[in-house]
């Protein structure tokens, strides 16, 4: 049995995991030990819900678990919530955003590389079937040259929970996904609560639309002979997301670590872009 603890679970995803496992037994043999969060009142309804012990600190279950889930909505917790865990080298989810500071990124990641922690996570936008099947035509240019894409998607930008960093990963990973982890610079126009971000690669250009409240997915590929597009969701998403984590506990190996933080430096790019009003470089990652 695979004994996990869920901290930061004020996130959807914690009653998303524990449906799987709790609820919907969708696998066997792992058993929620335990969650915590800041949000004391959102720990409660899980343990009403759902029968989990709420933890007091977020280090209470360290050397009792064989994985450990960080989904707080607020991506600086991340780190300081998974550190007394990784000298364990036990397994992690880390949920969107990885972190909300480029130097936390790259120092969250040598540590859990020094300490063979193996991780996983980042948005759920990555799982999509619409997203992983524009990520195919791309790869193989079933359609031709691939000239440039289109992808639009919600942002919140008042929020206590890191501002625009708390939503913005789904778009910029769903576009990585796609065209690939390391863009060269940003551009951003903003108008009435809508962000129209130019992300230049080194073979085309990728135009990103945040729109503030709107809850609507989009994902298009302009190529040669065709454009291909449509809105896209969630079904099956999670539960494929979930299923990565349960690989990794298994023994699956980790994602990439220079790549799994790819995406806090394309936002953090795009933040500056809409404060300056210029053209960014996002800046490169180091290697881990």
Do not use: W
Request: net charge negative; aromatic share 12%.
């Amino acid at each position: 049995m695979y004994k996990i603890a869920i901290l930061g679970c004020e996130n959807s995803h914690a009653n998303t995991f524990l449906n799987y496992i709790v609820k919907d037994r969708r696998v066997e043999d792992v058993e929620v030990v335990g969650v915590y969060s800041e949000d004391r009142a959102a720990a409660e309804k899980l343990r009403e819900e759902y029968g989990v012990p709420v933890a007091d600190r977020p280090d209470e279950f360290v050397g009792k678990i064989d994985g450990l889930v960080v989904t707080a909505r607020h991506g600086g917790l991340h780190y300081p919530y998974a550190k007394p865990y990784i000298a364990s080298g036990i397994p992690m989810f880390i949920d969107k955003p990885i972190t909300v500071a480029e130097d936390d990124a790259v120092a969250f990641m040598r540590d859990l590389k020094v300490n063979g922690v193996r991780v996983c996570g980042g948005s759920v936008a990555a799982f999509s079937e619409h997203i992983q099947a524009m990520r195919a035509l791309v790869a193989l240019e079933a359609h031709g040259k691939v000239l440039g894409g289109f992808l639009r998607a919600p942002i919140n930008m008042e929020n206590p929970y890191g501002g625009f960093h708390f939503y913005c990963q789904h778009l910029v990973q769903a576009m990585t996904t796609i065209f690939g982890a390391y863009p060269r610079s940003v551009r951003v126009f903003a108008s009435d609560g809508t962000y129209t971000c130019v992300v230049r690669y080194d073979a085309c250009d990728v135009t990103l639309v945040f729109v503030d409240g709107n809850y609507l997915y989009y994902a298009a590929v302009s190529c040669e002979r065709s454009v291909i597009g449509n809105t896209f969701g969630f079904e099956t998403a999670f539960q494929a997301e979930f299923m990565e984590f349960y690989e990794l506990l298994k023994g699956a190996p980790s994602k990439d670590y220079r790549e799994f933080i790819a995406p806090v430096f394309i936002h953090t790019a795009i933040e500056r872009a809409i404060q300056s009003g210029r053209e960014e470089p996002v800046h490169p990652v180091p290697e881990i």
